[in-house]
């Protein structure tokens, strides 16, 4: 049977600022109170997705949320009015109005870890939302996570939804942006690759001291079990304390991964040869080959990969088995990793083509091409399961356009997050939104 690896982007939504809440982020923290452009982030977003369309990949797209959040305000205390609970947080408590708006859902790869069903227990697609519980503004997106995910692979049949995991430091789990998979084809069993930055429950593993680790070892390994996944077909790693404390708060900052190929930094692993050879060995046990790309640091520093994002990129397989890689504009901006991505594609390995695409407007919160998606690998079958009005499309992505450009503000700033309208604004548009997508109510304003 034929199998896709579906890629499912985040819509920007129409909150979209830099509120600088994400400590350990570099991008989060040096641009913190710039003005952002709501519309121009939803645009470029959806520029990518018809892009890879047009290239003829299968596309999804995954909903924004309901910002500014009062009804995690009101958890906090705040009361009276919907306009009110807002203007009492823009008075007393800015930081957690600011928080409570941010778009944050848009980087959907950290949504929820996806297993795919040749891999599980049961032959069916497990998914488990992340609690995203290292940040407060990213804690409150698994319940509307969950309803989304939900609307889109309703199919009980072919999709198993976990909900996530408790919601405690020593459970963080930040999704699939710790996690990778290596495989043959894509509806063949694969290996999966998680990786953590310590372990909450057994000291002898080494942690950064500057930032924080969002991913747990005992996290993934909780989601491991949930998916009922084989011990044969996991792999554990520690990511390298010191990168997590140059700024790579999650590993989709230092490696990527797909197919058979391991795209990474010499940097972002503890023990990689062991890891490697541990990879190597139980992809082996299912046919494969292993393809490890290592960046030397000597060509690329790990500043240079924070600052670029080069591994945030998407590393897509082509139809005659070649693979391409999508990066942003900071990667043709950097000298030695331009020149570094001119060296990958000459050299006649499986990574033969680049295309650079412009995300600044997510890129200057910390958002690179693989945080703006979340990959799905799906048999026909499980293809045909989906919701269709999820799926990308000429005809989707011209109303899509047409739905930002109405509704969608051109700059924001600390300032307006007070204004009640916003939140008017926000709920318009995600009303008509649920119609096109076709998702029924998801949205707290939806269903209260
Ligand atoms: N995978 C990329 C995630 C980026 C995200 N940034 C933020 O939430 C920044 C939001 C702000 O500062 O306004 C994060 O750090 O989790």
Redesign the pocket.
């Known amino acids: 049977m034929k199998s896709y690896e579906v890629n499912f982007d985040g819509l920007v939504g129409p909150t979209h ?6 400590f ?2 570099v ?3 040096s ?2 109170q710039q003005h952002s452009n709501p519309k121009e982030a939803a645009l470029q977003g959806l520029q990518k997705m018809k892009a890879l369309m047009d290239m003829g990949f299968v596309q999804g797209v995954l909903a924004p949320q309901e910002r500014p959040d009062v009804a995690a305000l009101r958890n906090l205390g705040f009361s009276g009015t919907d306009a009110q609970v807002i203007q009492q947080a823009a008075k007393d408590a800015m930081p957690l109005l ?1 928080a409570s708006c ?3 859902s848009m ?1 959907v ?2 949504a929820a870890t996806v297993s795919p069903s040749a891999d599980t227990f049961d032959g069916r697609v497990h998914f488990t939302a992340a609690n ?1 519980n ?2 407060y ?2 804690s409150i997106e698994h319940p509307t996570t969950s309803r989304v995910l939900g609307a889109m692979f309703a199919d009980a049949k072919h999709f198993a939804h976990h909900a996530a995991l408790p919601a405690v430091a020593q459970f963080g789990d ?1 999704g699939a ?1 710790n996690h990778t998979r290596f495989c043959r084809e894509y509806g063949d069993a694969g290996v999966e690759f998680f990786v953590f930055g310590r372990s909450a429950f057994d000291p002898r593993y080494p942690a950064p001291q500057k930032y924080p680790a ?1 991913q747990t070892l005992e996290a993934s390994q909780a989601v491991a079990r949930l998916h009922g996944l084989k011990d044969d077909g996991v792999v554990y790693a520690q990511q390298n304390p010191a990168v997590i404390d140059a700024g790579v ?2 590993n ?2 230092i490696a990527v991964g797909n197919g058979e190929v391991l795209f990474y930094h010499e940097d972002a692993f503890l023990n990689t040869e062991q890891i490697l050879a541990e990879l190597q060995g139980k992809l082996g046990k299912l046919g494969g080959n292993l393809q490890s790309v290592c960046v030397p640091r000597a060509q690329v520093s790990v500043e240079d990969a924070v600052r670029s994002y080069l591994f ?1 990129s998407q590393l897509l397989s082509r139809a005659d088995g070649s693979m391409l890689l999508i990066v942003p504009e900071e990667c043709r901006a950097n000298e030695r990793v331009w020149q570094y991505l001119q060296g990958l594609t000459a050299a006649g390995g499986l990574i033969r083509e680049v295309k650079v695409f412009d995300l600044k407007q997510s890129m200057q ?4 091409p ?2 703006l998606r979340l990959r799905v690998a799906l048999n026909e079958t499980e293809l045909a399961a989906v919701n269709p009005g999820v799926i990308m499309t000429a005809p989707l992505y011209e109303t899509l356009t047409q739905w930002v450009d109405k509704h969608y503000r051109d700059s924001l700033r600390e300032s307006d997050l007070a204004d009640p309208q916003l939140l008017l604004e926000c709920r318009t548009a995600l009303d008509e939104l649920t119609q096109i997508l076709k998702l029924g109510s998801v949205y707290p304003f939806q269903i209260n």
């Open positions: 600022n830099y509120g600088g809440l994400s350990g982020n991008a989060s923290q641009n913190s600011v941010s778009a944050s980087w790869a950290n995203l290292c940040k503004h990213r930040e942006a969002r708060f999650h989709d900052v945030n919160n910390g958002g690179g693989a945080c």
